[in-house]
């Protein structure tokens, strides 16, 4: 059974940035999935942040491109989501999932983990 | 304000049926783009409910089933359960994001 499960800092300040890490169990982050991370701020929907593919290719929401970055840690079965220069505005549970190559839906995610931008 | 639209909430006795709408528009659902659903329960890792359309990931009951018409799609829940409770999202892909974009979410109550 796949798994992914996030970690990081839960409180960043304003200005600073934000880094977390999905660890991925039951699959290889060299298999032939999207990797993605996925983010819910308070009283909101879903927002997609942005996929990395082992082969080098990444994906980023337009309006988060210039602050954010999504690689692989092949080695060490993970993947992780940095966020520059973040406001308030960045407050939200992140979760990471998985994309099939084959598809356009998510099929297995993380429980999420709450990040609060504040000073 | 989420590119996808969804109603913020939905209620059914136990036993009924209820049904989740999701409009997009001409860079998603309406440019032929297929409609995923997820389930949200509190304290949960969301879960693939309906891929493409109307496609059940083994282990979804046969309770729940979507379908995608023009600009919308739905997800029908019929004989409601008390752990039926929860939210749940539509997902499309979006020509304008060139990635996902997601309903606000629907908030299932089970009276």
């Known amino acids: 059974q796949v798994h992914l499960q996030e970690s990081g800092p839960g409180l960043v300040k304003p200005s600073g940035t934000l880094s977390l890490t999905c660890a991925v169990t039951?699959?290889?982050?060299?298999?032939?999935?999207?990797w993605s991370w996925v983010r819910q701020s308070p009283g909101m929907g879903l927002q997609w942040i942005g996929e990395?593919?082992?082969?080098?290719?990444?994906n980023y929401q337009p309006s988060l491109t210039g602050r954010v970055t999504i690689s692989l840690d092949r080695s060490n079965g993970r993947f992780s989501l940095t966020l520059n220069s973040v406001t308030a505005a960045d407050t939200a549970v992140y979760f990471c999932?998985?994309?099939?190559?084959?598809?356009?839906?998510?099929?297995?995610w993380g429980q999420g983990v709450l990040v609060t931008v504040s000073s | 304000q989420s590119v996808l639209t969804q109603p913020p909430s939905v209620s059914g006795a136990p036993g009924q049926g209820v049904t989740i709408s999701c409009t997009g528009g001409?860079?998603?659902?309406?440019?032929?783009?297929?409609v995923h659903w997820y389930q949200h329960l509190p304290g949960t890792a969301p879960k693939l409910l309906i891929s493409?359309?109307?496609n059940r990931p083994s282990g979804v009951p046969e309770r729940f089933s979507g379908s995608r018409s023009g600009t919308s799609a739905s997800l029908a829940i019929t004989g409601l359960q008390a752990e039926d409770e929860g939210f749940y999202y539509c997902?499309?892909?979006?020509?304008?994001?060139?990635?996902?974009?997601f309903g606000g979410g629907t908030k299932l109550t089970v009276l």
């Open positions: 999932a998985r994309r099939p190559i084959s598809g356009a839906f998510l099929d297995y």
């Open positions: 039951g699959d290889a982050v060299i298999s032939n999935n999207w």
């Open positions: 990395v593919f082992h082969g080098g290719s990444m």
């Open positions: 001409s860079s998603n659902i309406g440019a032929n783009y297929n």
């Open positions: 493409d359309n109307h």
């Open positions: 997902q499309s892909y979006d020509s304008r994001v060139s990635g996902p974009v």
